[in-house]
């Protein structure tokens, strides 16, 4: 910890995807990830799934027991907009980082090119170009219909200079022992793109930062029901005008809003972010180091 450089510059960026439209939110990906040149940020962070989009409301035909035909257009649809690892469309995304010397995470629904099964992913580039996927370990509700469970990449974590940063997705924060998990690999940053625009996610978040001794970056976003492709088979008149009302926000390592939440609009929020308060943070509570009792409890992690 004594290593870590003192201070990351972040740029959250809290935007609307272009739904179902793979392309048309790369494009507004790299325009967003330009705009933040001019402040020079070391991390830029994106909201889950920002490509193609969170279907919010939609349920694809899906009953039980049951499936309509026109909800399963639906999902092809969605399904032809989803990202191949290391395919065009994901190397652009790796270029960005490479030419800004920036680290770069953002959310994609993520076509695994052998099985063809879709994944909830959050992919970490690196200014190098390297990079490593996390996949949302157990898709929330009725997520299930259109991600499967996580069959690899369990808790990648990226080194950086400022510490190790790791992501879980929406409600995989919910999950104490996949926080446990990271917390054991020493993160510093904790990222959460998420679709939670509730007031007790905000209670949720203080927590974590302060359990985990955590810088937690929390990325929502913006989404309206105009935004919605007007041809779906799907009938979504009944979703309210804003869908997804964001509230981004930054919290540090005591429990406290470094950037307070934004909520109903889109915003790129910057932070500069003292790495200094994660270690002083532990000098009473260090949940994996001189407040646990790794003699007592003991978490085991199947790596994939």
């Not at 399963?72 to 032809?80: G, T």
């Not at 580039?125 to 370990?137: N, T, V």
């Not at 993160?187 to 905000?202: G, L, R, V």
């Not at 470094?258 to 790129?268: A, G, M, Q, R, Y």
Request: glycine share 6%; hydrophobic share 35%; aromatic share 10%.
């Amino acid at each position: 910890m004594i290593d870590l450089k003192n201070n990351l510059k972040l740029a959250l960026v809290q935007a609307e995807p272009i739904l179902f439209d793979k392309k048309a939110c790369i494009d507004k990906a790299i325009s967003l990830i330009n705009e933040t040149k001019k402040e020079n940020p070391n991390l830029i962070v994106f909201p889950e799934l920002f490509i193609p989009g969170y279907p919010v409301g939609m349920n694809f035909g899906f009953s039980v027991g049951k499936r309509d035909e026109n909800g399963r257009e639906d999902w092809l649809r969605y399904y032809k907009e989803s990202i191949v690892e290391g395919d065009e469309d994901f190397l652009k995304l790796k270029k960005c980082a490479i030419d800004l010397k920036s680290y770069l995470s953002i959310g994609f629904s993520e076509r695994d090119k052998i099985s063809g099964s879709l994944y909830n992913s959050n992919v970490i580039f690196e200014p190098d170009g390297s990079y490593k996927i996390h996949r949302k370990l157990k898709p929330t509700g009725s997520e299930r219909v259109v991600w499967a469970d996580a069959d690899k990449n369990y808790f990648p974590v990226t080194k950086s200079p400022w510490g190790n940063m790791g992501s879980l997705i929406c409600w995989e924060s919910y999950m104490p022992l996949a926080r446990v998990a990271l917390y054991q690999k020493g993160i510093t940053i904790y990222i959460s793109p998420n679709t939670n625009d509730n007031s007790e996610w905000q209670d949720t978040i203080k927590h974590i930062a302060i359990e985990g001794k955590c810088y937690f970056i929390n990325s929502d976003m913006i989404i309206k029901k105009s935004s919605y492709p007007k041809n779906l088979k799907e009938n979504i008149s009944h979703l309210p005008d804003l869908v997804c009302k964001g509230g981004s926000c930054v919290i540090d390592p005591f429990g406290h809003y470094l950037t307070k939440p934004v909520w109903d609009k889109e915003k790129i929020i910057y932070a500069n972010i003292d790495m200094d308060l994660v270690v002083s943070s532990k000098m009473e509570h260090d949940p994996i180091g001189h407040y646990a009792r790794n003699d007592v409890l003991d978490l085991k992690i199947t790596e994939k």
